[in-house]
């Protein structure tokens, strides 16, 4: 099982940004799936985060302006990230809590999967 995020760039201060991130392999299920950032400097923090039920958290530093969806028939999370500031600068990882399923095709326990980050810089 493999995360991949898509979307890391440059973006002006009051502008929007997506992210996506896929998740390939041999997938039973989820649990939820999410985003975090590490600004440089700082500890990796929770941006976002959805559970299979679509109960969904946020940092309270980007409530009201970013929003995470997802689409698990595509075994995809997204991260619309609108208003943003130069302090939302950061590399952004997505994770999964994943049930995969094995060689002998059994399902295994569910997993936290990481995908590499990708970085969002915001200009002033």
């Known amino acids: 099982v493999q995360l991949q995020a898509f979307g890391g760039g440059l973006v002006q201060s009051g502008g929007f940004w997506r992210l996506s991130c896929a998740a390939s392999?041999?997938?039973?299920?989820?649990?939820?799936m999410g985003w975090y950032r590490q600004a440089p400097g700082k500890q990796r923090e929770l941006v976002a985060r959805m559970s299979t039920s679509d109960s969904t958290t946020y940092a309270d530093s980007v409530k009201g302006r970013f929003t995470i969806s997802r689409d698990f028939a595509k075994n995809t999370v997204y991260l619309q990230m609108n208003s943003l500031k130069p302090e939302d600068t950061a590399v952004y990882y997505c994770?999964?809590?994943?049930?995969?399923?094995?060689?002998?095709?059994?399902?295994?326990?569910?997993?936290?999967?990481w995908g590499k980050g990708t970085l969002v810089t915001v200009s002033s």
């Open positions: 392999g041999r997938i039973f299920s989820f649990n939820a």
């Open positions: 994770t999964a809590d994943i049930y995969p399923i094995d060689s002998d095709d059994f399902v295994r326990g569910a997993m936290d999967y």
